[in-house]
């Protein structure tokens, strides 16, 4: 009888511990890590590494970032990674190869692309301007079609497309 108790004790023991590891299973993230890269024709590498929200209803600049005047790590989570394997021009302005932090400052005029030496930093909290390796202008226009998640594009010419919502943000790297 010991022994039946024994054995039905162990079993009961190994049911709830393998329900338990069930229930414990990972979840998706509801901003997944992503990346998106191309090979300039001058060969190039270019890679952008963002976590990928999505909006659920909300309106950029209303009810999420980027909101008017403030920095937005243009991802979620952890700031988005910009990597170049080569020094390049992006919008006519010299940028070293390396690793940088993107970011954007949406205002009145337009909207400012910030490369920031700190590439690794969460979100924009730890963000410090002295450590801005460039700061440009870029073309912002209503997007045909509306985004519902955040996604990057760069064309193998160097074209860099953001879309968001209606938000179309485009930049060159050469």
């Given at each position: 009888?010991?022994?039946?108790?024994?054995?039905?004790?162990?079993?009961?023991?190994?049911?709830?511990?393998?329900?338990?590891?069930?229930?414990?299973?990972?979840?998706?993230?509801?901003?997944?890590?992503?990346?998106?890269?191309?090979?300039?024709?001058?060969?190039?590498?270019?890679?952008?590494?963002?976590?990928?929200?999505?909006?659920?209803?909300?309106?950029?600049?209303?009810?999420i970032?980027?909101?008017?005047?403030?920095?937005?790590?243009?991802?979620?989570?952890?700031?988005?990674?910009?990597?170049?394997?080569?020094?390049?021009?992006?919008?006519?302005?010299?940028?070293?190869?390396?690793?940088?932090?993107?970011?954007?400052l949406?205002?009145e005029?337009?909207?400012?692309?910030?490369?920031?030496?700190?590439?690794?930093?969460?979100?924009?909290?730890?963000?410090?301007?002295?450590?801005?390796?460039?700061?440009?202008?870029?073309?912002?226009?209503?997007?045909?079609?509306?985004?519902?998640?955040?996604t990057?594009?760069?064309?193998?010419?160097?074209?860099?497309?953001?879309?968001?919502?209606?938000?179309?943000?485009?930049?060159?790297?050469?």
């Amino acid at each position: 009888m010991k022994n039946l108790s024994t054995a039905i004790f162990v079993a009961t023991s190994l049911l709830v511990s393998s329900i338990s590891f069930a229930q414990d299973a990972p979840k998706p993230k509801p901003s997944p890590l992503t990346e998106t890269n191309s090979v300039l024709s001058n060969g190039t590498s270019v890679s952008i590494k963002y976590s990928q929200p999505s909006l659920k209803g909300r309106t950029p600049g209303k009810d999420i970032e980027p909101m008017m005047g403030k920095i937005w790590r243009a991802g979620a989570n952890d700031a988005t990674v910009f990597e170049i394997s080569k020094d390049v021009k992006i919008n006519g302005q010299t940028l070293a190869a390396g690793k940088y932090a993107f970011f954007t400052l949406q205002n009145e005029k337009g909207t400012t692309l910030i490369f920031n030496k700190t590439w690794k930093q969460w979100g924009a909290f730890q963000y410090k301007e002295a450590e801005d390796a460039l700061r440009i202008s870029a073309k912002q226009s209503v997007a045909a079609e509306p985004s519902e998640k955040l996604t990057y594009t760069i064309s193998n010419k160097g074209l860099v497309n953001l879309k968001w919502g209606t938000i179309n943000i485009e930049f060159t790297v050469e």
